[in-house]
Every structure is written in structure tokens, then in C-alpha cells.
């Protein structure tokens, strides 16, 4: 047996320090919980909450090809990106159509910043460099290591930043990118993240990060701000009906069957996957992401079996609690003829059949 | 805060069971209390029903988990805390007092004699 020491990041010892539950977290020695994990779900969203993602994996592409690189290897349309200092959310797709990771694309002056999950990180690099060849100008550069990821999430979190930086931020539209300084740290951010509240996600140098973190806990206090853990993060992305890779995403399991059609451009020119996500969407998915809301108390949880009429026909990929709702929430994969809105399910809870109802995606949404 | 109170014995599924007269309060210890995190649901048994010793008599849900609930020892379901029904977060609040799960008649005494005290408990989860 081989025993790998978990990788810590920067923030680790700080965690500690507050008190944090850590876990393993593909291969990271990470916070799930600080006290509690319905406390900082409430607190993101109703106030603000803090979370290190240092774990997640931040790839550099330059060069003269970078554009038409990363254009070829996402699902979705780089050309949205008008601009620098814009972003998109799409997916790294395999020529089977299944998905090898999701990402966040930030488009900046001279460069593009991948950020990626940290359980895929090794594999989409090898990924990328396998298709790096066909590109000759082309630099790719992991920076994982030296990189800090914190997201700041809530309905205060624009009043916090904006504190923390001198400068009034409310403006900046949604997945826009920016940088600026907070005492000194150089800190770069996209309004982006995987909660459904409004929020930022914040790069820093890893050995800022602390400091970093310090800074936002203290200038958040007065606005009820909570460290959160993945635990939180977890029930938070599930409850505003964003996919998680491993769950709803994986490689045989691609973008449209996970109902992220939207991120989709089978229209932009060629990409990997793309015949075969566009002879699924002519001819048919194989199956259907579908948002359940169950009765009772009982939780539905991964790999539980879902039923109709009695016959097998899926398998619950997250569930939990839907904190926020107030009712039992999973996502499951159905045939699509079962994923119709309204359409009456059941889902094995142990010895039990509880029945689950095919609801709109997804179950919370923030009013704007 | 996790306590383990001197007058109660504990097993390594850790419930914990009081003991007063011929009837046992059961529930789980603050170590897993704290180790699941915020409980959702409690499924109890119903009171008639008798169970014997490590079998399993209910489940506990948290946000992030799902256990089964052993017997710390045999014996008849008395009486459950219906109150877990409304509030199972009274399991994390005070595990050893209103978050008690059933009382039980005892079917036999003696199976308690193996059950760990508050010391032995606290040195077997803090391993």
C-alpha cells in the first residue's frame, strides 16, 4: 500500500486554528465545517460567507494560438469573450461526448486562466497537452501551487469587497474580471461563483492568503460573514442546481444530459466532442439530469435507485437536504421520456419507496 | 462541546444508554453527534417493539450522512422522544438530555456489564 500525504493549501493551519472539521477532499486536506453546515449555508444566503477553493487548479494558456487552442477544446463559445477581462463556464468534452472536466475560462490581456476542479486537475493537464500539439504557439503553465482561490459569497459580498478595496464594485456585471488591491495584496477576481448567490471568486499569491483571509473575516464581521466549508459548498451549488463533477458530470456523462445545453455552441466551429453532442441533440439523449424534490424527511443520496411504475429507471447522483427550501432535493438521471416537469417518481430510501417529483431547475434561485 | 458525563455507559457504536431502575434512556454520545454534524432526521421505532442487543433500531440522518442506530443493550421499547420528529437538531444541541432517542425495559441487565464507562469511552474515541 502506498500512502500519499494529503496536499494542504496555504490556509490550512488557519483552518485548523478556527476550529474546522478537515477531510480528505480528492486527495486535499480540507474544511467541510467550521460549526455547522446549515448555519453557513444560511449565512450565504442571507449575509456572506467566506470559503478557501485553494485546492482548485488555475492553468495559464499563452501564446499566439491560446485563442484558438482553448476555443477547440471547450464546449463553449470563446468568442463571447468580446473582450479581456470577461469570463465563461463550459466544459472540457471527450470525443464520446462525455465530460472531462468543468471549467471556468478567464479571458485577460495577454492570456487565458483555466480554472478547473481539483479532483481532475492532473488529468485535464495531460488533456491539454495532449492536444497541445496540434498548436504551435501555444505556452501552458500550471500555477496551481503558487495560486490562493478564495470565493466570497452572499448578498453582502459586493458591500465587503467594495469596502475592502476603497472602491464601489455593484457595477461590475456578472463573470466580468478585475484587479485590484486590498492593503497592499494584489488580488485579481471574477464575479462569479458555485453557490447561486451574487459573490466573487478571489486570486491571490498563496502567501498572501492568509493575510487575505485574515483581512475579509475582520471586514466582514459587521455583516454577519461566516468561514464556510465544503459541506456548505456542497448543499449550497446542489440547492441552486449547479452540476458537480464526479455526480453529474463525468466522462461518460456529457454537458446536455447534465441540462447545461445553454454552455453548449455546437454552432462555433469545431471543438472535441462535438459530433457526437450534436448527433445526441439531433437524435436524442441517452439521459436526462432531472431536479427532484422528494416527500417526507428522509434524504435521497447518491446512488440511491429512482422508480417509475415500479421499474428501475435511474439513480440519484447528489441529494441533501435542500437547507434553504426546507424539503428533500437530489438530482438523478432519468430516460428522457420520464424528465418531464410534474412527472411523478419514486426513489428507494433504504427500504422505503418515497415519492419524488420532476420539478424545475433549479430549486432555489436569489431574486434579483 | 464534547462531554461524556460519569453516569452513563457508553458502547463503541456510541450510544449511550442511562440507567434507572430497569429502564435505559438511549441516545447518541456528543463525539458522533459532533462527528455527523447537523442531524435532520431521526427514524425511530415504535414503542411495543423489542429489540436485542446491538441490533440495529433506527437510522440518523445529518446533512451530510446516514447512520443506523444500534442497541446499546436488549430490551422493549417504552417510550421514543417524539420530540426529534419536529426538532432533530436537539440531538446536536444536548444529545444527553432533551435529544434522547428511546427508553427501553431492560431485558437483561447483565448485557450492560460490558458497555464502557465514561473514561473507557472518551479514551476509545479520542484513539
Redesign the interface.
Known amino acids: 500500500m502506498v500512502v500519499t500525504a494529503l496536499q494542504e493549501t496555504p490556509l490550512a493551519a488557519v483552518h485548523k486554528s478556527l476550529g474546522a472539521?478537515m477531510v480528505d477532499f480528492a486527495g486535499w486536506f480540507m474544511p467541510?465545517?467550521y460549526k455547522?453546515?446549515?448555519q453557513e449555508h444560511q449565512a450565504v444566503r442571507n449575509k456572506v460567507g467566506l470559503f478557501d477553493v485553494s485546492h482548485m487548479g488555475e492553468f495559464l494558456v499563452s501564446g499566439d494560438d491560446a485563442h484558438d487552442f482553448v476555443q477547440y477544446m471547450i464546449a463553449n463559445d470563446l468568442n463571447r469573450l468580446s473582450k479581456p477581462n470577461m469570463a465563461l463556464y463550459t466544459q472540457f468534452v471527450n470525443e464520446n461526448g462525455g465530460t472531462v472536466d468543468d471549467l471556468i475560462v478567464y479571458r485577460r490581456e495577454n492570456d487565458f486562466l483555466l480554472v478547473v476542479n481539483a479532483s481532475n486537475m492532473e488529468k485535464d493537464w495531460n488533456w491539454l497537452q495532449k492536444h497541445a500539439g496540434k498548436f504551435k504557439a501555444l505556452k501552458l503553465k500550471n500555477i496551481s501551487d503558487e495560486t490562493a482561490l478564495l470565493a466570497l459569497q452572499g448578498p453582502k459580498a459586493v458591500q465587503l469587497l467594495s469596502d475592502l478595496v476603497g472602491k464601489d464594485l455593484s457595477g461590475l456585471p456578472s463573470f466580468s474580471y478585475s484587479q485590484e488591491k486590498v492593503d497592499g495584496i494584489e488580488i485579481s477576481f471574477g464575479r462569479t461563483g458555485y453557490t447561486g448567490e451574487d459573490g466573487f471568486e478571489i486570486f491571490c499569491a498563496a502567501g498572501d492568503s492568509e493575510k487575505l483571509w485574515k483581512r475579509i473575516l475582520a471586514g466582514g464581521e459587521k455583516y454577519g460573514i461566516e468561514p464556510c466549508g465544503l459541506?456548505a459548498r456542497d448543499?449550497l451549488r446542489l440547492e441552486a442546481g449547479l452540476p458537480l463533477y464526479g455526480h453529474e458530470l463525468d466522462d461518460e456523462t456529457g454537458p446536455l444530459e447534465a441540462g447545461l445545453g445553454w454552455s453548449v455552441k455546437l454552432e462555433k466551429g469545431d471543438f472535441i466532442g462535438r459530433d457526437k453532442l450534436k448527433a445526441q441533440k439531433e437524435g436524442g439523449l441517452p439521459k436526462q439530469c432531472v431536479c427532484l424534490r422528494s416527500e417526507g424527511?428522509?434524504?435521497p443520496?447518491q446512488g440511491y435507485e429512482v422508480y417509475s411504475d415500479g421499474k428501475k429507471v435511474g439513480v440519484v447522483t447528489s441529494g441533501?437536504?435542500g437547507?434553504h427550501v426546507g424539503y428533500p432535493i437530489a438530482f438523478a438521471y432519468v430516460p428522457p421520456e420520464l424528465a418531464k416537469e410534474g412527472n411523478q417518481l419514486e426513489i428507494k430510501i433504504?427500504d422505503n419507496m418515497v415519492v419524488a417529483h420532476v420539478v424545475r431547475r433549479p430549486w432555489y434561485k436569489r431574486a434579483k | 462541546m464534547l462531554t461524556y458525563p460519569a453516569e452513563l455507559k457508553y458502547v463503541k457504536s456510541h450510544e449511550y444508554v442511562r440507567v434507572e431502575g430497569d429502564t435505559a434512556t438511549i441516545g447518541i454520545t456528543s463525539f458522533a453527534a459532533d462527528q455527523l454534524g447537523d442531524v435532520t432526521f431521526v427514524e425511530l421505532p415504535k414503542v411495543g417493539q423489542s429489540f436485542k442487543n446491538e441490533e440495529k433500531f433506527g437510522v440518523i440522518e445529518s446533512v451530510k450522512s446516514v447512520s443506523d442506530l444500534f442497541m446499546p443493550c436488549g430490551g422493549e421499547v417504552i417510550a421514543i422522544n417524539d420530540k426529534l420528529s419536529a426538532e432533530p437538531e436537539l440531538v446536536n444541541s444536548d444529545c444527553y438530555g432533551e435529544g434522547w432517542m428511546i427508553k427501553v425495559k431492560l431485558s437483561n441487565k447483565d448485557e450492560l456489564n460490558e458497555a464502557l464507562s465514561a473514561d473507557a469511552y472518551k479514551e476509545f474515541v479520542v484513539e
Open positions: 472539521r467541510v465545517r455547522s453546515d446549515i459541506g448543499t424527511k428522509a434524504l443520496r441533501s437536504t437547507i433504504r
